[in-house]
Nanobody
Framework: QVQLVESGGGLVQAGGSLRLSCAAA????????MGWFRQAPGKERKFVAG????????YDVDSVKGRFTITRDQAKNMVYLQMNSLKPEDTAVYYC????????????????????WGQGTQVTVSS
């Protein structure tokens, strides 16, 4: 059974930082691209950042450019999202996503293509 378990969310003031973690189990981690999506109340789930099987990263540039960094630890089956200079508009539930890929360089930015989701972790940024 595949499980993606997020942690690290919370309440932070604008300008602060948080580090989200996602522990993956029940899958062959190296065969999956991993990503983070977020969903604000009343809005659609949207791509934030992704990292390919081979470590190529991609971001939603308009919203998180230069502020967020995604990494993965193949040995620990973990993926991380370091979030700096947080803004109130970053407030959302953040979801870890796994997408099985044959390519080592591509990721998905489309929620429909995600194979597995975590349960989500709330991030709230106060102004």
């Amino acid at each position: 059974q595949v499980q993606l378990v997020e942690s690290g969310g919370g309440l932070v003031q604008a300008g602060g930082s948080l580090r989200l973690s996602c522990a993956a189990a029940g899958l062959t981690f190296s065969t999956y691209a991993m990503g983070w999506f977020r969903q604000a109340p009343g809005k659609e789930r949207k791509f934030v950042a992704g990292i390919s099987r081979g470590g190529v990263s991609m971001y939603d540039v308009d919203s998180v450019k230069g502020r967020f960094t995604i990494t993965r630890d193949q040995a620990k089956n973990m993926v991380y999202l370091q979030m700096n200079s947080l803004k109130p508009e970053d407030t959302a539930v953040y979801y870890c996503a796994a997408d099985r890929r044959t390519s080592t360089v591509t990721i998905t930015t489309n929620p429909v293509e995600v194979d597995y989701w975590g349960q989500g972790t709330q991030v709230t940024v106060s102004s």
